[in-house]
Every structure is written in C-alpha cells, then in structure tokens.
C-alpha cells in the first residue's frame, strides 16, 4: 500500500479564500483523523471519523473549518474563509480500529498551507 | 487539564553518545503514552505505546519506559539517522489525545 495520501503537499492562498485539502486513506482502514502542527500549538487532533462518520469534531477550531468524508477511500478537510492564522500543516492518518492505543495511527506527509 | 511537557526541547549528542528524552504527563485517567518520531517534511510514525507504570518497549537502539508521571525515551549509542524530532503523546480514559511540543534530537557523526 502506498499509504496515507494527501494533497496538495503545498497550499498558498489569500486570505479570505476557500480551501480544500485531500486525503485518501490506507485500504482498509476505519478510522481516519485529521490534525493540525503549528510551532506554538504542536499536533493538534481536529476531527475523526469511523466508518465515514465523524464521531469527535470537538478539536475543530470554529465553524470555519468543515470535513466531509464521503466515502472510505476520501476525505477533505474545508476552510471557508482562510485567515492567515490558519497557516500551518495539516497531517492526515488512518488507523484499522479504535483511536485507542492498540490501533497504530498512520499519517500522511501533510500540506503545509500557508495563507497570505 | 491534561498536560504533555517534553523536554529537553533541542538535544545534540555525538555518535554513540547515549541519552534520554523526558515526557511529563498531567491526565485524567491514561489510556495509552505513545512514542513518535517525525523526520522534516514528513508525518510523525509511530514508535511505541506504553499502558501502565514499569511497562517498557524497546526498538533497535530506543527503549521507552513509563512511570506515572513521565516517560523516558532512552537512546543507546545513537548514529546520524536516529536525527529527528520526537513527539510524546497521551490519550485520556475519554480518548482525548494530546501531544507534547517534542524534541528535536540532532545526532552528529
């Protein structure tokens, strides 16, 4: 397998415009989580879903931001309207099970967004 | 809150030089601690997960142990390609998961 994949690798974008990443998960796998990386804040969990459903959305950070998973081998991560500070990089991993320890997460190489 | 604090934030060591990295965690009711290791431009991959007090995992030269405060990722006779950053994780008995800021270990030959 070829592993998680995400795009674009690289975003920019003027502030104010929409945004939208891509990600296709490793065959297979139930769970898929989307997070954020940013120097100040670290890896942090935005949204996950099982099964194409989102179960915790709590980690996203205003209604700005919506995911979709439309079916098992896709998912996008939206930003309406971007504001530059959402630059950061935007990690994509799917997991075979539970978001719970037995269950590896693997992660994409992310996009690194960055809004002007 | 639920806390992770790694430290130190930047380590450089010599080839073979052995050390240890620290992960403090503050959690209500630990679920799992996890051990990735990030390279630049690339996605954290997963090293280990420690469930409970005195539980250790070892990987080629990493050894991870656990306490009920922190963990340890010790590092034996490390070479130029264990270079990377570190990243600790925590996952809560509601299944939060938190992440540490990480350390960026720099291994010279």
């Known amino acids: 397998d070829a592993g998680v994949i995400q795009s674009p690798r690289h975003e920019v974008t003027e502030m104010g415009q929409e945004v939208t990443l891509r990600c296709k998960p490793i065959?297979?796998?139930?769970?898929l989580f989307w997070y954020r990386q940013t120097m100040m804040r670290g890896l942090e969990l935005l949204i996950y879903?099982?099964?194409?459903?989102?179960?915790?959305d709590s980690g996203m950070p205003e209604d700005r931001f919506s995911a979709k998973m439309p079916n098992a081998s896709f998912s996008t991560l939206k930003i309406q309207p971007s504001e530059p500070r959402d630059s950061a990089v935007y990690f994509c991993a799917s997991s075979l099970g539970g978001p719970w320890g037995k269950n590896i997460q693997y992660f994409g190489a992310g996009t690194r967004l960055s809004v002007l | 809150e639920d806390q992770v604090t790694q430290s130190p934030e930047a380590l450089r060591l010599q080839e073979g030089e052995s050390s240890s990295l620290n992960c403090s965690y503050t959690v209500s009711g630990l679920r799992g601690l996890f051990w990735y290791r990030q390279d630049p431009g690339k996605g954290p991959e997963f090293l280990f997960t420690?469930?409970?007090a005195g539980e250790e995992k070892e990987k080629e030269r990493l050894k991870a142990t656990l306490t009920k405060k922190e963990s340890f990722l010790h590092i034996t006779a490390p070479k130029p390609e264990d270079s990377a950053t570190y990243l600790c994780a925590v996952q809560a008995r509601n299944n939060d998961m938190r992440f540490g800021a990480g350390t960026r270990l720099t291994v010279k030959p």
């Open positions: 065959s297979g796998h139930d769970y």
């Open positions: 420690l469930y409970s």
């Open positions: 879903f099982n099964n194409n459903v989102p179960i915790d």
